[in-house]
């Protein structure tokens, strides 16, 4: 009796697909080992890259000079709005009735912007000194003295169109200077681009108040 030895043997296309199914599984397996290393380690470089551009790029840097500008610049700021705001019902011109809202509109953000900063710093709002002796001549330069401000308010019409420029003139005047100072001394960058801004804003509207002056 013959006995025939059967050798299992797969066909070569099942054999071919097979080699060709684990090879693919084994480049599976090994690109997404290579995506889970790779993903975890720019996770890592991503949050260290997050956290340093949301980190103010002045943080740290703020200096004495910064804290006085804002400091200073605040009440400044403070005795600009309570000049504009008398223009309601005393002003007849209408290109200062709408100088006095520019001036309130833009220096009141700055206020509160430059309140933030110094929270942020852990420096008081106010300097310490006295804050009606700032306001009324003080050691800040173009702040108006009692006298001044009594003479504002007790204005109108004309009179106070005229005043309200030859007094917001000298109070610009007296921004800019301290703006300069905080460019020249300042390390904090966002100070210091405030008061660039200072600087450009305050000195156009110079220039249209002495401009209204020679038309009155």
């Known amino acids: 009796m013959t006995v025939y030895k059967r050798s299992f043997r797969m066909p070569l296309h099942r054999g071919v697909a097979v080699v060709g199914a684990i090879t693919a599984a084994s480049l599976l397996l090994a690109a997404c080992g290579g995506s889970d290393t790779s993903g975890a380690g720019n996770e890592g470089h991503n949050s260290a890259a997050t956290q340093e551009s949301t980190k103010s790029p002045a943080a740290g840097a703020s200096n004495d000079a910064d804290v006085a500008f804002a400091q200073s610049m605040i009440v ?5 709005l309570e000049m504009s705001e008398l223009a309601d019902g005393r002003a007849s011109d209408q290109e200062i009735k709408t100088l006095a809202g520019q001036i309130e509109k833009a220096q ?4 509160k912007t430059m ?4 929270t942020s710093w852990g420096k008081p709002v106010s300097s310490g000194m006295d804050h009606g002796g700032m306001n009324h001549g003080g050691s800040m330069p173009g702040m108006m003295s009692e006298k001044d401000m009594s003479d504002l308010m007790a204005a109108k019409g004309t009179d106070f169109d005229r005043k309200f420029a030859e007094l917001m003139i000298a109070h610009h005047n007296g921004a800019i200077d301290m703006a300069k100072d905080e460019q020249k001394n300042g390390g904090d960058a966002a100070a210091r681009k405030l008061a660039d801004d200072v600087i450009k804003n305050q000195s156009t509207e110079v220039k249209q108040m002495q401009a209204i002056l020679d038309r009155l």
């Open 115 to 118: 309140q933030s900063w110094l």
């Open 108 to 111: 009141d953000p700055e206020i």
């Open 76 to 80: 400044h700021h403070q005795q600009a």
